[in-house]
């Protein structure tokens, strides 16, 4: 029977966790390795009511994408958000793997998820980073072809809502038809010059700034935020399928209960 570190050695596999940004906290968060392993819940955050819905599940662990520790702890208790997290999981003797900007940066990870649900072709990397140590290329976001080109950018950024079930669209025309796109799942709007480098007309993600629309709208790219929740959430389903498949005797499950957090009148 499978174990927490087994899952945690096949994710660390196909996105080191090594490779993550220096900011960040991945990894093996919660719980015991040698924990036995009949049911995992696939979720983007670990949230109470994810924690719930996996206890109501029997599961033993938690895959996520957001680190449900971030920043360095003085104290656990019910007083803060994180430490009703924190002790729920212990209570109910549920583990947790988060893959954050390891799984933002991997192949086969959020971003190339992000190319892969708005259809593009031809998907390579938007900026590199470096090469893990099987001699894989990383970096976050991706770029490719339009799966229809030469839409306007109202007429894409209604496309890229459709396909992520984004809540909104908010997006700035640059005045080019939608040809070739870069995509960075979650806040990424620190790249608009990486995208014109690789000579994109399009970008979608999160997060965005005005500062940054101006910019983007000066320089003549199509720039779209279509939420951080659409733009990462597309990895979960892709991941239960892998992990389906490496764990066959583990019942993988997706998260039923975490959506979007905001709505929009």
Same mark, same amino acid.
């Given at each position: ?93 549920? #583990? ?6 390891? %799984? *933002? $940066?991997?192949?086969? +990870?959020? !971003?190339?998820?992000? =190319? ?89 993600? #999160? ?6 629309? %101006? *910019? $983007?709208?000066?320089? +003549?790219? !199509?720039?779209?935020? =279509? ?39």
């Amino acid at each position: 029977m499978a174990e927490v570190g087994d899952i945690y050695q096949f994710i660390d596999g196909i996105a080191p966790f090594d490779i993550q940004e220096d900011f960040d906290n991945a990894g093996f968060l919660v719980g015991r390795g040698d924990r036995k392993v009949t049911r995992v819940l696939v979720s983007l955050d670990i949230t109470p009511e994810v924690v719930v819905e996996a206890a109501g599940l029997g599961a033993e662990l938690i895959v996520a994408h957001h680190p449900v520790i971030f920043h360095p702890l003085k104290s656990i208790t019910d007083g803060t958000l994180t430490g009703r997290v924190l002790l729920a999981l212990a209570e109910y003797k549920i #583990a947790a793997i988060c893959a954050h900007t390891n %799984l *933002d $940066a991997a192949h086969g +990870g959020v !971003n190339g998820c992000l =190319a892969q649900a708005l259809g593009l072709t031809g998907i390579g990397q938007l900026c590199q980073a470096g090469t893990d140590e099987k001699g894989r290329p990383y970096g976050i976001g991706r770029v490719g072809m339009a799966h229809q080109p030469g839409l306007s950018a109202g007429d894409y950024a209604s496309f890229v809502k459709e396909k992520l079930g984004s809540v909104s669209v908010r997006y700035v025309d640059g005045g080019r038809p939608v040809e070739k796109v870069a995509v960075g799942g979650g806040a990424c709007g620190s790249m608009l010059e990486d995208a014109l480098t690789q000579g994109c007309d399009t970008f979608v993600t #999160a997060d965005l700034k005005y500062n940054q629309f %101006l *910019d $983007a709208k000066a320089l +003549g790219l !199509n720039l779209m935020d =279509a939420g951080h929740f659409p733009t990462e959430n597309v990895v979960c389903a892709p991941l239960v399928s892998r992990l389906s498949k490496a764990f066959p005797e583990v019942e993988m499950c997706l998260s039923a209960v975490h959506a979007e957090v905001y709505e929009n009148v």
